[in-house]
């Protein structure tokens, strides 16, 4: 168990933009950074950071938090994990509290198939060292051109030609077999004879290219085979796991996401030799779809790190049919698509090993098109001479520029299309007006089929009164407003009334100077008003209690001391606030106030309108009362009981209206 001395220098040391920074292109918003969800696939940036705060909101999920929960949420990572890793990235001495047998015995399936694999990786780099390893493993890559640097950069490894070496020496090490084989490490086989069950390496014989998460933990292995044997694969990766899913990695998104960030652009190739030839040769910025087909996850993943990417294929005929498949999906999400490819016979790795780094960049640059050009380009030269091909080739050409969600971007690929394809601008706009309505229709009743869902579970809740959201917006603000100025002073004018000998009210004036929270606490207090909401009456004593110990908010400590979907609450009334302030108008001029200089009233209109809620409740209560009393002087007791409450009602309201 980590120590809460770990726990807390964790959280100190951890800058919420450099974390995030690891994983999210991040640009300056006012006094906030600004960037796109890593959560959901959005094109306008609404995941927001604020350094004064040390806390993250993104508005397309709802999620938000501080630096540790952005881990736990990005990386699935635990919460000692995320401690973890935080500390490591900080270089933070661990402290751990001895553990009872027990609790050793507690094992999370994840967490113990990350240790495997971690394990699995370093020992095949050992075995690169070893007699057989030298001889096949280190001797291939030496022949891919690879250096000591690189191999070691990459942690590449070889798997001996034995049946089961890796898997031998993970259990003498001490790993479970159920791991060893839910990773797919090894391969586990139940005897039919009811003998002894057998288990043998998955990537025997095999170099070994480890697959890493953008944080850099392994989720599993490419293995390529060494001998030439017609019944075994070339290349095999690690089969689908809970930590390892194809579609959602691309292969050197650890190595290379600082370079995509730095350079703002995005080299994809197919092959993991592709990304590490030209990372050697000085271009880092690349990263590989591993031969798979493109998918809309591990575009997300590019598109958190920029917006441009450039596809980068061998120069052959199935190289340039390679270059066109999975870009749609790429123009559908918003980014700018450039192709570049290679000279025929050459490929990523061969160029890259032939080139120096300025021959290299300078070709990318020169080299690479717009991606509608060149499927334009390359269709046309398809369906030369063929009507009914043309047909076709300007109808995929339309198909495509119709997945651009800016309408100038389409406007003028259409214009520019027209040229290269011979056809009339005209022709291919209605191509694509048609493309464009089949795809609204389409969509369109989608949005109906789930709104039409939607409904159907919600219509419990759209016959609840409007009364209750009311309590919950009062109790929301007050939250909001001890998390903003709980700890600031300020000078509060109270009214309290009295009924005089000849009937009349007489107003008493008193200002005093107090903390927020201390005003809001005796307020709520002293009319023993309690919360409605569960997660807010949650919060309320834990935000009070911080600034009763500490005398001021610390958002890591409040972040630290509430359940997930507390933090995430007290995230969102935290950001909300940031992103809807007022402005202030000063060419003219003109000033509006803002909040933190009102915060004095804020404190009392609030409370006011809270105890007119209250008061509201009860006499719809009493009046209920009164529909089946037990007794005439039940009856009398009751009016008597709404008319107090009917003038205090009245008090509280033209107080409100001095206050407003």
Request: hydrophobic share 35%; proline share 2%; aromatic share 8%.
């Amino acid at each position: 168990m980590i120590s809460r001395t770990t726990v807390d220098a964790v959280f100190d040391a951890a800058r919420v933009e450099e974390v995030i920074g690891d994983f999210v292109q991040l640009k300056k918003s006012g006094s906030n950074l600004k960037g796109l969800s890593p959560f959901t696939e959005e094109r306008t940036p609404s995941f927001m950071v604020s350094p004064v705060k040390q806390i993250w909101k993104d508005f397309s999920s709802g999620k938000g938090g501080n630096a540790v929960s952005f881990i736990m949420e990005h990386e699935h990572f635990t919460f000692p994990e995320a401690i973890r890793y935080l500390a490591k990235k900080y270089g933070i001495e661990i402290v751990e509290n001895q553990q009872t047998e027990e609790e050793k015995q507690v094992q999370d399936d994840k967490e113990s198939m990350f240790l495997v694999l971690k394990w699995a990786a370093q020992w095949y780099e050992d075995q690169l060292k070893t007699a057989e390893g030298k001889a096949i493993g280190y001797s291939y890559f030496k022949e891919r051109g690879f250096t000591d640097k690189t191999i070691q950069d990459f942690s590449l490894g070889y798997n001996p030609d034995e049946w089961s070496a890796l898997t031998d020496a993970a259990l003498k090490a001490g790993y479970k077999l159920e791991y060893l084989d839910k990773t797919g490490l090894s391969i586990v086989k139940e005897a039919q004879d009811g003998g002894t069950e057998r288990k043998f390496d998955r990537f025997k014989g095999r170099v070994m290219f480890p697959i890493k998460s953008m944080s850099g933990r392994v989720l599993g292995f490419g293995g390529r085979l060494l001998k030439n044997d017609k019944k075994a694969a070339k290349y095999l990766n690690s089969p689908q796991s809970e930590v390892y899913d194809k579609s959602k990695i691309l292969y050197g998104i650890y190595e290379s996401k600082q370079a995509i960030a730095k350079e703002d652009l995005c080299y994809l190739v197919e092959g993991y030799t592709d990304v590490i030839q030209l990372h050697q040769a000085g271009v880092k910025n690349v990263v590989s779809s591993s031969g798979t087909a493109l998918t809309t996850q591990q575009i997300r993943l590019i598109q958190r790190l920029t917006p441009n990417i450039t596809v980068l294929y061998d120069g052959d005929a199935a190289g340039m049919r390679a270059a066109v498949r999975g870009t749609d999906l790429i123009l559908e999400a918003g980014m700018n698509v450039r192709v570049c490819t290679f000279p025929e016979g050459e490929d990523p790795d061969s160029f890259a090993k032939s080139h120096t780094e300025n021959e290299i960049k300078e070709f990318l640059k020169g080299n690479a098109v717009d991606f509608i050009r060149f499927k334009a380009n390359l269709l046309k030269e398809e369906a030369a001479g063929d009507p009914i091909k043309r047909s076709a080739m300007a109808r995929d050409i339309v198909k495509s520029i119709a997945k651009i969600p800016d309408a100038i971007s389409r406007e003028i690929y259409v214009r520019e299309s027209a040229d290269i394809l011979g056809l009339g601008e005209q022709t291919l706009f209605s191509a694509l007006a048609q493309v464009r309505n089949a795809e609204i229709k389409e969509h369109k009743k989608k949005e109906q089929r789930s709104a039409e869902k939607s409904a159907m579970v919600k219509v419990e809740e759209t016959v609840q009164p409007s009364k209750v959201d009311r309590r919950q917006l009062l109790e929301r603000d007050i939250i909001k407003i001890l998390l903003l100025y709980g700890d600031r002073t300020e000078l509060f004018t109270d009214e309290y009334f009295q009924e005089s000998e000849n009937g009349k009210l007489i107003t008493e004036t008193v200002k005093t100077e107090s903390p927020v929270y201390e005003k809001i606490y005796m307020e709520l207090h002293s009319d023993e008003i309690e919360f409605a909401n569960q997660e807010f009456r949650n919060i309320y004593p834990k935000l009070i209690d911080i600034m009763l110990l500490q005398g001021r908010i610390d958002v890591n400590v409040v972040m630290s001391e509430l359940s997930d979907d507390e933090a995430r609450t007290v995230a969102d009334l935290i950001m909300n606030e940031d992103r809807y302030q007022l402005h202030k108008w000063d060419e003219k001029q003109i000033f509006v106030k803002t909040k933190d200089q009102t915060v004095a009233t804020a404190v009392i209109d609030t409370i006011l309108n809270f105890r007119r809620l209250i008061i509201s409740e009860k006499i719809n209560s009493l009046m209920d009362q009164l529909k089946d009393p037990q007794s005439e002087s039940e009856s009398v007791e009751i009016l008597t009981e709404v008319q107090d409450y009917n003038k205090l009602s009245q008090n509280l309201g033209s107080r409100l209206n001095r206050v407003i």
